[in-house]
C-alpha cells in the first residue's frame, strides 16, 4: 500500500495523559500536514511541514500540542496532558508542493481516532 | 474570516436519482476550490480541483461547477449509488506566505437510498 498511513488507528485515553500518533506520508511527497476534524465538522488545520521544516501552525495548536517531522519523512503529533475537548479524528495528508500558483492534490490518511475519557 | 458554507448540512434521496451540493465561500485571496467525497471513519479523498479560470470539472459521476465572481460552487451527482453514500466536503484553498492553506466546508451529508 503506497498510500498515506496512520498508527493507532483508535486510541482512548484518560484525561491527563501524553498522547502520540504518527503518520507516514507517500514516500516522494515533501509536504505533510496534520488536521483535526470533530463530529459533523469540516477537518481544520493544525499544522504543516516542508521536507524537515515546520513551515505553518494554527492558532488551533496550543502549546500542549508539538509535531515533528524529524527526517523529512514520518511525522509525529504529540499531545500532552490530555483534555475531554481534545477528543477528535486527526487526520494526516501529503502532498507535493514548492511551485507558486500550483494546485497539489493532499492525500489523507485513513486517521487516528482520539477518545479522551 | 474565511469561510465556507455548504447546503444542505444532509439529503436524502433514492438510488438512480441525482443532486445536487452547494458551496459558497468567502476565502480572499483563491487559489483553488476542491471538492472530497469523506465515508464515515474514513480520510477525505478528493473528487475535483479548479482552479480560478475553470468553471467545470468532471470526474465519473461527480460534476463540479464554479463560479469565481458569485464566489460559489456546485457538485452534481448523477444516477446516484449505494455507495455515493457519505460527507461531501467543500474546500478552498488561499495563497498564504508558506503554501496554500486549505479552509474546508462543513459537509454535506448525502444518504443514498435503496
Known amino acids: 500500500d503506497t498510500g498515506v498511513s496512520q498508527d493507532p488507528r483508535h486510541k482512548i485515553t484518560k484525561r491527563g495523559q501524553n498522547v502520540t500518533f504518527r503518520c507516514d506520508p507517500i514516500s516522494e511527497h515533501n509536504r505533510l500536514y496534520w488536521y483535526r476534524q470533530t463530529l459533523g465538522q469540516g477537518p481544520e488545520f493544525l499544522t504543516y511541514f516542508q521536507n524537515e521544516a515546520q513551515l505553518e501552525k494554527s492558532r488551533l495548536l496550543s502549546d500542549r500540542f508539538s509535531a515533528e517531522r524529524p527526517k523529512g519523512s514520518f511525522s509525529t503529533l504529540e499531545i500532552q496532558r490530555t483534555e475531554q475537548g481534545d477528543s477528535a479524528m486527526y487526520l494526516c495528508?501529503?502532498?507535493?508542493?514548492?511551485?507558486?500558483?500550483?494546485?497539489?492534490?493532499?492525500?489523507f490518511g485513513p486517521g487516528t481516532r482520539l477518545t479522551v475519557t | 474570516k474565511n469561510q465556507v458554507e455548504q447546503s444542505p448540512q444532509s439529503l436524502i434521496i433514492l438510488e438512480g436519482k441525482n443532486c445536487t451540493l452547494q458551496c459558497n465561500y468567502t476565502v480572499s485571496p483563491f487559489s483553488n476550490l476542491r471538492w472530497y467525497k469523506q465515508d464515515t471513519g474514513r480520510g477525505p479523498v478528493s473528487l475535483t480541483i479548479m482552479t480560478f479560470s475553470e468553471n467545470t470539472k468532471s470526474n465519473g459521476r461527480y460534476t463540479a461547477t464554479l463560479d469565481a465572481d458569485t464566489k460559489q460552487s456546485s457538485l452534481h451527482i448523477t444516477a446516484s449509488q449505494l455507495s455515493d453514500s457519505a460527507s461531501y466536503i467543500c474546500?478552498?484553498?488561499?495563497?498564504?506566505?508558506?503554501?496554500?492553506?486549505?479552509?474546508f466546508g462543513g459537509g454535506t451529508r448525502l444518504m443514498v437510498k435503496p
Open positions: 474546500v478552498v484553498s488561499a495563497p498564504n506566505n508558506a503554501g496554500n492553506m486549505l479552509t
Open positions: 495528508a501529503s502532498s507535493l508542493g514548492g511551485l507558486a500558483g500550483m494546485a497539489y492534490e493532499q492525500y
